[in-house]
């Protein structure tokens, strides 16, 4: 045992260089998504209102590298502002696991990342009310990322980061919505059979677009607590079978344990 | 520098043209090609023919009264008359809390719906009720208690989600209503969906597999997929702990039965030692969606189509009985149920 952690730390070592700086962070965040979105499946009729979200965020980072998970859930309701009757329950979130690593040009005060991210992604539809109508875009993959960090003081900083998906699989409903086949799939194989019946090939060039990019200003009260302000917009055009597309501003605010 | 200011003033009277919300009338004849947009693209039937003329012919021919008079009430006589006289089809509708016929009166509703004579619930007292439940109600008949009935009034309406889990529980009380009846010693049976039961098509084939004395195919669906309809047969085959699969089935029908309740018709035909009486059921095939409008309203179509297993249609036409026997008012003994119990005598 002792001799594979010894291992272990010795692979450590190798992949992220000799380093003296280690810090974990987890940062906790809640706010509201402006989203603003039409699924085609669902409706002709763009779906807007104010979600609630919520943010989970683990960071490990060296001095040239960063490993930052992030669990990402929202719930709500979205309707078209001139019907109030007809409204839309969207639930889902995300999960993202990224890796990025400094990109040393020697300016002062900043620091340039470069690498990407392993993401899951999901937004489900569901009527608020009795009728037949679903959608959703679940997709599963791999995005390039980048983030920019401007250190103002040793104790104000600001980040942007920006991730854009490359290629994955993205599983749709069938062209408008419920089949009979849904519910037969349903009771035999379960909701998740139900939501991955469809898969497609997802890159931005043929059919998927997913675009995120983020920024937060953080303040470190102290060398263990810290507190931000975040701001992220995230844009997706999803194509089969029919288009899903639009945007949600998630605006938040957290803290930040640093140890 | 005065040129400069003018220009951003153009552009902001600009921005105001392009960002201004639509009137009212406006919207509403957005609304009205809304629901053809919707029916174009969606609905199952929409390359059928609708006394002659296409969904587009009817667009256009209810687009200059709409735009003439551009109001809600206006908008629901359009759409009633749509529903009603053109299309036809009882799968579409206005549905919701909401809805076109929400803003008329009754004797103006009465112009556009004309209900069938023939939609009478059944009258019970020639059977020996044994159980009523929220799905079904069944007993003994009277004169003749080796004769079983059963009545379903409801099944689980939900489709799929959380209702699935219910389902279990729903067929569980078919096979010990079957199980009781078989110990009471009956032999034939009346089985009656003369009622609106519907709403799901997985639960209607549950219920049929504990009749079913084969695997058969009992219906062929077309599904809509971005590459054009794609077909699937489905079937019926003996299923459950109990069951009531030898005996001779009456199975009886009328206007009332649509729908969910035509699939179960449809795995029902295809057992042996059955007769089929009544009057032919409402003909709405296919599996249906929703879909929203601006003002509010909430359209229900069909998004696939249905057929019999020999591919036949019964869209609009519904399925026949051999026997045609009808109810003609809500007083007096139930004919079609008496008609039942004498072909079951034989």
Known sequence: MKKIIFLLGIAGQIAFGQDTIKRHTISLGGGLLNTSKKDRVYSLLKKQGELKGLDLRYQYENKKNIINTRIHIFQGILNTPTNTINKVKPEGGGLFIKYLREIDLKIPKIKIYGGGQMAVRADLWFPAGNVFRYGWDLNAGLDISGRVCYFLSPKLYFCFDTDLHLLGILWRPHKNGQQLSTEKLQLEKGTLATATENGYLSTPINNSFYWSNRLMVHFNMTPFLGFFVASQIDYLHVSPPTVKEGSALFTNIGISFMF | ?346
């Open chain 2, 1 to 346: 520098m005065k040129s400069l200011k003018y220009l951003f003033f153009l552009l902001f009277l600009l921005f105001l043209e392009c960002s201004k919300e639509p009137t009212e009338s406006e919207s509403i004849i957005s609304d009205y090609k809304l629901v053809f947009d919707y029916l174009k693209s969606d609905y199952g039937y929409r390359d059928e023919l609708f006394k002659d003329q296409s969904l587009d012919a009817i667009y256009k021919k209810y687009l200059p009264r709409i735009e003439k008079t551009p109001t809600k009430i206006e908008l629901a006589k359009i759409l009633l008359t749509i529903e009603h006289q053109e299309l036809q089809d009882p799968h579409v509708y206005f549905s919701g809390t909401e809805k076109p016929k929400d803003l008329l009166f009754d004797d103006e509703i009465e112009f556009y719906v004309k209900p069938r004579a023939d939609l009478f619930d059944p009258k019970l007292e020639a059977i020996n009720i044994i159980k009523k439940d929220d799905f079904y109600t069944y007993g003994t008949v009277k004169t003749n208690p080796e004769i079983g009935y059963l009545y379903i009034r409801s099944f689980n309406r939900k489709t799929g989600g959380d209702s699935a889990l219910g389902i279990p529980k729903g067929i569980d009380a078919v096979e010990n209503y079957l199980k009781d009846l078989k110990d009471k010693g009956v032999k034939k049976m009346i089985v009656d969906i003369r009622s609106g039961a519907g709403g799901s098509s997985y639960v209607p084939l549950w219920v049929a597999k504990r009749f079913a004395n084969k695997k058969a195919v009992y219906m062929i669906a077309e599904y809509d997929t971005v590459d054009g309809f794609k077909e699937e047969k489905w079937y019926v085959e003996p299923e459950g702990k109990e069951g009531f699969r030898k005996g001779k089935i009456a199975l009886l029908t009328n206007g009332n039965t649509c729908s969910g309740g035509e699939m179960f018709v449809l795995a029902m035909l295809q057992r042996d030692n059955l007769v089929h009486m009544g009057s032919e059921t409402e003909g709405c095939a296919g599996n249906i969606v929703d879909r929203d409008l601006a003002n509010g309203w909430n359209l229900r179509m069909t998004n696939g189509k249905t057929k019999k297993a020999d591919g036949s249609p019964y869209w609009k036409v519904g399925l026949k009985p051999e026997f045609i026997v009808k109810n003609t008012s809500n007083e007096g003994e139930d004919k079609v149920i008496k008609k039942a119990i004498q072909e079951l005598r034989k």
